[in-house]
């Protein structure tokens, strides 16, 4: 992506088209807002604009594409700028007034939402149409936070320090406000599932009952590879009616540590994740957060969990509490 990003003529052969592609497709002012040294190509799609004295207001479309990889990302932004006139008489200019812009994002749009639906929908496709091998990173893993990143200098915001976003795109944009819209938005283009065969399988399932086999049976540690048992829906749900879809778990494989193995189908690739038991609740980061797992009992050769969600699709949506009661026997 970044071939004919270093010299003005293969810039211009490149970039300058795609921005003439945006222009005509789109009919709205597109402007650029890459920074040197920053790892994408970045752009602004004008979408309003009002202006009242020194006061305006915009609604825009931000772009980016990363230079270090097949990846993009877009938001929704709603921004105000106000002109303010301003002295400097530390700098022995007093009796100059000049004049200064203050700007901030009111709103971030994560997804296409409400008023931005059809014009977020539009300018992806238009991004994929010139670029169609491009993959849209969602804003819940733009934001997470990864150890190693080095930046040119520190973020101007703290809370993009240090996160993919940063690292993939711009370590200057501003998030100063709550997300609106789907948080996991393009999340469905990552989960492409790997499908086994007989013999896969098999030796997925040999593994496991030849380190269970190796553990001793009568210990009580929740550090043993764990077969599902049975599930009981919890009569006192905070959840009520809503149907919570999640991924099943065949088997819980918690002999490691640090990594989880989770075995979901019997013909998927098992998930690996790091995980942690912290005060009884056991964190598997596969699960972001949103999926907690207590520890209700533990016996040597049974494990009992409640599934405690923490989950939020939009202002409006909101499912939090204990769903149900997993039971896990010790795998053999």
């Known amino acids: 992506m970044n071939i004919n990003f270093g010299t003005n003529k293969n810039y211009r052969a490149k970039w300058g088209k795609f921005k003439k592609h945006l222009k005509e497709e789109l009919r709205s002012p597109v402007q650029e807002s890459m920074v040197a040294f920053y790892p994408c190509y970045s752009g602004i799609v004008t979408l309003k604009k009002e202006k009242n004295n020194n006061l305006t207001y915009s609604k825009e479309l931000h772009f980016f594409i990363s230079l270090l990889g097949p990846y993009y990302s877009i938001f929704g932004v709603d921004k105000c700028e106000i002109i303010l006139e301003e002295s400097m008489p530390w700098m022995n200019i007093s009796e100059e007034i000049l004049t200064r812009t203050y700007s901030a994002n009111l709103a971030i749009t994560v997804s ?47 809370k993009i320090n240090n996160t993919v976003f940063s690292a993939l795109f711009n370590p200057d944009f501003f998030f100063n406000s709550e997300p609106r819209g789907d948080t996991y938005f393009g999340f469905n283009e990552w989960l492409k599932i790997k499908k086994l065969n007989k013999s896969r399988i098999d030796k997925i399932k040999e593994d496991f009952l030849c380190r ?63 995980y942690s038991i912290i005060k009884n609740k056991i964190k598997i980061d596969h ?36 769903i149900v009661e997993m039971i896990f026997e010790v795998y053999r």
């Open 112 to 158: 296409p939402y409400l008023e931005f639906q059809e014009s977020f929908q539009d300018l992806q496709n238009k991004i994929l149409d010139y670029f169609p091998s491009l993959k849209f990173v969602p804003y819940s893993i733009n934001m997470r936070k990864e150890e190693g990143i080095s930046l040119l200098r520190p973020c101007r915001d703290e």
């Open 212 to 274: 269970s086999l190796k553990i001793e049976l009568s210990t009580i540690t929740v550090n043993k590879i764990w077969k599902f048992k049975k599930v009981i829906r919890l009569e006192n749900s905070k959840v009520g009616n809503f149907t919570f879809g999640m991924e099943a778990i065949l088997a819980l494989d918690l002999s490691n540590e640090k990594y989880a193995t989770i075995m979901s189908a019997e013909d998927e690739e098992p998930i690996i994740s790091k």
């Open 287 to 322: 699960f972001q957060n949103k999926m907690e797992f207590r520890i209700k009992e533990l016996h040597a050769n049974e494990l009992k969990l409640i599934i405690d969600i923490d989950f939020k699709l939009d202002d409006k949506i909101e499912i939090k509490g204990d």
